[in-house]
């Protein structure tokens, strides 16, 4: 999910190096797993296992506290129609260029949902295997 969000709300010359952040997260995230396995593969006790869980369960805690102070995605409310929410989480945003034009993208991302559901209107997966 955090790629889509970074996508919807962050100002578009951050979403690049936030993309690689992620990514870069997803990779040490890895090492770290290999050497925290690596350094308890050799146990013999109980602690051998369950300290890995411990470690796994430790990260959603402060995520958890992370997403308590994010902000709604703007598209989240256009997609429920609630246009007034999409525009005042536009104005929470920390970039004033889009906070003073709020209303016109408010009016971009109605255009655009419209379109997309227009585009999805009578497809299904069923369609991809169908012939011409």
């Not at 995605?73 to 129609?81: E, F, I, L, Q």
Request: aromatic share 14%; hydrophobic share 40%.
């Amino acid at each position: 999910m955090a790629p889509t969000y970074a996508s919807e709300v962050f100002p578009m010359a951050l979403r690049g190096y936030l993309a690689v952040y992620l990514n870069l997260c997803w990779a040490f995230g890895q090492l770290n797993s290999a050497g925290v396995q690596s350094a308890f593969s050799g146990g013999t006790t109980q602690w051998s296992y369950r300290i890995l869980f411990a470690l796994q369960l430790t990260w959603p805690i402060p995520l958890f506290l992370i997403l308590f102070f994010t902000l709604e995605s703007p598209w989240h409310y256009v997609r429920k129609g609630d246009h007034d929410m999409a525009e005042k989480m536009i104005k929470c945003l920390p970039s004033p260029s889009q906070r003073d034009l709020a209303k016109q993208r408010v009016a971009l991302m109605v255009h655009t949902d419209g379109l997309e559901r227009s585009l999805s209107e009578n497809t299904s997966y069923l369609q991809c295997f169908k012939g011409h």
